[in-house]
């Protein structure tokens, strides 16, 4: 298992994450890397060791405005998983051009199944994820229907679309400093398809048990920011 720094970024910079209220989110200043610029922020944690970056444009997922050079200049330096908040094939085509590794296809934002389905058959299971967004373990998705239905049922209506790699993750718990919801994520375990965790990760000992569960991946922010989790913490445990 793997630990993936999360970047939100809301008008161009970096900002601290809690608890699902955006419009509270403020720039980052963090023990980690003191500065809000995406990119000064990335060649850092590159510098550390983080192959692989979740960034989470909140630009373009509350107000449509898709930054195209911010992902090329970021994915020429890591690995760039980004969710913009797809909504249509041709937003999803305009990202993947720019050379990012993996896009991700949000519950939240996405209108319609035929949309993902035409994702994941143009540019494959490799390269696009399905995040599974919660808050307080109830879905979050404009899908008609969708809203009302339990996590596991609505992630095997995406595991039958071909989605191979899920984030699961409730905006209740991201910045929350109260840990991974276990008991869910071992409810959605599937042997179809790779889990990545994300909200909630405190410490180490949160990582270690999400690797005894089998998760591929852990998304994390505040824990490195307020060091709970160093770097060599993670070097050591085999995390990074």
Partial sequence: ??????????????VW??????????????????????????????????????VADLDAILYGFINTELYKALSSEVNL?????????????????????KLIVATETLPKLEIALSILEAYGCDR???????KNR??????????????RECLEKFVKLGFKEVII???ARVGSNSGPDLELIGGLKNA????IVGGGVR?????????????EAALVASALHQSKLTISDLERAGFL
């Fill in 1 to 14: 298992m793997k630990v993936i720094p999360v970047l939100d970024v809301k008008n161009g910079l970096t």
């Fill in 17 to 54: 994450a809690k608890m699902g209220f955006r419009d509270l989110y403020k720039p980052i200043r963090s023990r980690l890397y003191p500065f809000s610029n995406p990119l000064a922020t990335v060649k850092k944690l590159s510098s550390l060791g983080f192959k692989t970056i979740y």
């Fill in 81 to 101: 998983m980004v969710d913009l908040g797809v909504k249509s094939f041709e937003e999803a085509s305009r990202v993947i051009d720019t050379g990012v590794k």
């Fill in 128 to 134: 696009v994820v399905l995040s599974l967004d919660l």
């Fill in 138 to 151: 109830e879905i979050l998705s404009k899908i008609p229907g969708f809203k009302s239905l339990p996590p």
């Fill in 169 to 171: 993750v409730d905006l």
């Fill in 192 to 195: 179809s398809v790779k889990l």
């Fill in 203 to 215: 410490n180490l000992n949160d990582l270690l048990i999400l690797r005894e569960m089998n998760v």
